[in-house]
């Protein structure tokens, strides 16, 4: 097929729309939203419902020695952090050794077991993590590649609800983003729900300040 | 034409499953319930949620350009396609002009519509489904039964012999845990070697150019950040005019799926990745046909949540096969007819009108209205088989008759008791065939009434 008949049939379909649309209706605003009382306790709440593991911290300091009592990262034989000083990546030498940098190719992220990342800011209605594409680093398949994930969140940064969420989002444009709750699962045999489908098969939260 | 019920009738043989089939879709219903009453809103945002959809398809045609617009400025590259052909076709040749004979999909309804996997595989592209549910149906040849939950027709004992078999896993074994695990390790494998992804659409932005992809799996995640070729399918009534529409619509739309608050990813797509690829095709196939119908273009506002198909009486106990169509359920019963009518006649009467569908439905399709309305276009179309027509006629006479209605009441009260069983329980009456008519009264209500009425008169 040529792209001239691809370009007529663009606009045949928008054509047969205009002809075929309804009368004009008006664009609502969203209903006002749930706030809570204590949108911290309600996140901490959510996430941990949706398989996830949250952990308090008071500083970006204070990761490592958490991350210590942690199965999934003290048995890690590759690790990744795109937080400078946490899980102490290349510079600060410790656990992290995996150059994020040096990999030409997202492929070349299978056989990683842990990942630590940043996310922007928290939604306590439903536990998810907005995670910016450029805090992915180099590779963005490194979010779902890796075996287990850890994400770190301000304190201060926990909306309440999904129309918040949007309020503060922009968009990288061109660019990558997505919300993260908790780790992957998937519920298609007999409705069972079995943690780690395709993705991360541990997601660890947290929560600084 | 062969209707839902004689579809449905294998399924509801098997007595013990599709009695399972039945509890675990209203489990998912509950938990859809709770969710739901977590939220005080609900309500209101089930109305701002029609109110957006009607808006958008008001103006659709301008929101489909403000959105190519975008997406151009972003660097996706937007294709059109009127119909299932056409739409095959241009997957195809971006396929094709590359050299990609291995391509990894997540879920996509339309591309089930359009029968891409059959199209791509003849032409000696690898196809693989990377949903568990959808790779479990495409390793047994068959379709998905439920939009939502591919594989809820079946047990773990069936999906552990088909594992046997396909993946090598241990002969019997049958733990959704370790079928997981099996399968995690099948599809890593095609991920790993895949040249393109494909996936669906679950909302377009108009004002951004860009387009969400939601999946608890990570299966669109894995697809379209390793390979470099990225194709987005999306029917045109995905479109929401802005980013702040989304807060609306995913706040519904895994609470109304599955019962959870969010899924585990919600991908917002606005550029291919570092030195790749993305294509967006947007589908028309008979949706702008729908569009033109006043009574039936809410159903265009769908989201695919499958809340109507897990809280339906029917389709709980008639399973998604008996529909015959991709979209099964009180949806699929209009989208399916309103493609194909005489194909699908007897959809709109595979409902009971209970009307629990449009309660449940986040974008409140009125679709148990809408399924009535189509049930008489169908009669008046006499799109209805003959049997049935002449049984509505024959109803309708005696039903306006206040005669005839005495008359009926009283012939049936009389002969019925006196008929052998065999006779009364016949193949015309499918009512009778897995229950048992009541007893007949002495008399009738209108007799009852008058009797009582008599007595009391003289005090």
């Given at each position: ?8 049939g663009?606009?045949?379909i ?196 | ?63 489909l ?13 937007v294709h059109w396609a009127r119909d299932a052909a056409e739409h095959n076709a241009i997957v195809h040749?971006i ?8 391509l990894?999909k997540s879920k996509s309804m339309l591309t089930e519509e359009c029968h891409l996997n059959p199209y791509l ?6 196809v693989?489904d990377?949903d568990?549910?959808e ?8 379709p998905p039964?439920?939009i939502v939950?591919p ?46 992804g494909l996936t669906g659409v679950n909302f377009a ?6 387009f969400v992809v939601c999946t608890?799996?990570?299966?669109a995640?894995?697809g ?6 990225h194709i987005a399918c999306m029917g045109f009534e995905k479109i ?39 294509h967006v095709v947007i589908v028309d196939n008979g949706r702008s046909?729908i ?8 159903s265009l506002?769908c989201i695919r949540c499958g ?18 169509y991709i979209v099964p359920?009180?949806i699929g019963?209009?989208l399916a007819?309103l493609r ?120």
């Amino acid at each position: 097929m040529s792209s001239r008949v691809e370009a007529s049939g663009r606009d045949a379909i928008l054509a047969s729309l205009r002809r075929n649309a309804p009368p004009a209706s008006p664009l609502p605003e969203a209903p006002a939203a749930i706030v809570y009382d204590d949108p911290e306790k309600q996140f901490a709440e959510t996430f941990t419902s949706v398989g996830g593991r949250f952990v308090c911290v008071a500083s970006l300091a204070d990761i490592d020695a958490k991350l210590e009592k942690l199965e999934p990262y003290t048995q890690a034989r590759k690790v990744a952090s795109l937080i400078p000083g946490v899980g102490r990546t290349i510079a600060g030498v410790g656990r992290t050794n995996v150059d994020l940098a040096a990999l030409k190719d997202p492929h070349e992220l299978e056989g990683l077991d842990f990942a630590i990342i940043a996310g922007e800011f928290g939604v306590a209605e439903n536990g998810a993590v907005w995670v910016a594409g450029s805090a992915l680093g180099p590779q963005r398949a490194i979010f779902v590649v890796t075996q287990h994930l850890a994400l770190v969140v301000p304190a201060d940064q926990i909306v309440h609800n999904m129309h918040q969420a949007y309020d503060r989002i922009r968009f990288e444009r061109p660019g990558f983003g997505l919300f993260i709750s908790g780790p992957s699962k998937t519920a298609d045999i007999e409705q069972a729900l079995v943690i780690g489908a395709h993705g991360a098969r541990s997601c660890a939260l947290f929560l600084v300040g | 034409m062969i209707g839902h019920a004689e579809k449905a009738a294998p399924f509801a043989a098997n007595e013990p499953r599709a009695h399972w089939h039945d509890q675990a879709l209203w489990f998912v219903r509950l938990k859809r319930d709770r969710q739901a009453e977590s939220i005080p809103e609900w309500e209101a945002l089930r109305e701002a949620a029609a109110a957006i959809k009607a808006h958008t398809l008001s103006r659709i045609a301008d929101y489909l350009e403000e959105f190519e617009r975008n997406a151009h400025a972003n660097g996706i590259q937007v294709h059109w396609a009127r119909d299932a052909a056409e739409h095959n076709a241009i997957v195809h040749r971006i396929l094709a002009d590359r050299g990609i004979t291995r391509l990894v999909k997540s879920k996509s309804m339309l591309t089930e519509e359009c029968h891409l996997n059959p199209y791509l595989e003849a032409r000696g592209i690898e196809v693989t489904d990377t949903d568990l549910g959808e790779r479990i149906v495409q390793l047994r040849h068959e379709p998905p039964s439920h939009i939502v939950l591919p594989a809820i027709h079946l047990k773990k004992e069936d999906i552990g012999e088909l594992f046997h078999k396909e993946l090598g896993t241990a002969k019997d074994a049958s733990d959704p845990k370790y079928l997981t695990e099996a399968a995690r390790a099948h599809l890593r494998q095609k991920f790993m070697a895949a040249q393109a992804g494909l996936t669906g659409v679950n909302f377009a932005i108009a004002e951004t150019g860009g387009f969400v992809v939601c999946t608890n799996e990570g299966n669109a995640d894995m697809g379209t950040s390793l390979p470099p070729v990225h194709i987005a399918c999306m029917g045109f009534e995905k479109i929401v005019p802005r980013a702040k529409d989304l807060g609306v619509f995913l706040r519904l739309l895994a609470r109304s799926a599955t019962g959870q608050p969010v899924t585990t990813y919600t991908t917002h797509f606005h550029g291919p990745m570092r030195g790749g690829e993305l294509h967006v095709v947007i589908v028309d196939n008979g949706r702008s046909a729908i569009l033109g119908q006043e009574t039936f273009r809410r159903s265009l506002s769908c989201i695919r949540c499958g809340a109507c198909m897990n809280t339906c009486p029917v389709f709980r106990r008639s399973g998604g096969y008996s529909y015959g169509y991709i979209v099964p359920g009180p949806i699929g019963s209009l989208l399916a007819p309103l493609r194909d009518p005489s194909q699908f006649a007897s959809l709109p009467f595979a409902s009971s009108l209970c009307g629990s569908c449009s309660d449940v439905c986040p974008v409140s399709i009125d679709l148990h209205h809408e399924l009535y309305a189509f049930r008489q276009k169908l009669v008046e179309n006499k799109t209805v088989p003959l049997f049935k027509r002449m049984a509505m006629a024959v109803m309708t006479y005696v039903l306006a008759r206040t005669w005839a209605y005495s008359l009926a009441g009283r012939l049936m009260r009389w002969t019925m008791p006196r008929l052998p069983r065999a006779l009364v329980y016949g193949p015309w009456n499918p009512w009778g065939r897995q229950r048992e008519l009541p007893p007949m009264p002495r008399q009738s209500f209108r007799d009852l009434m008058k009797h009582d009425l008599n007595n009391e008169e003289p005090k």
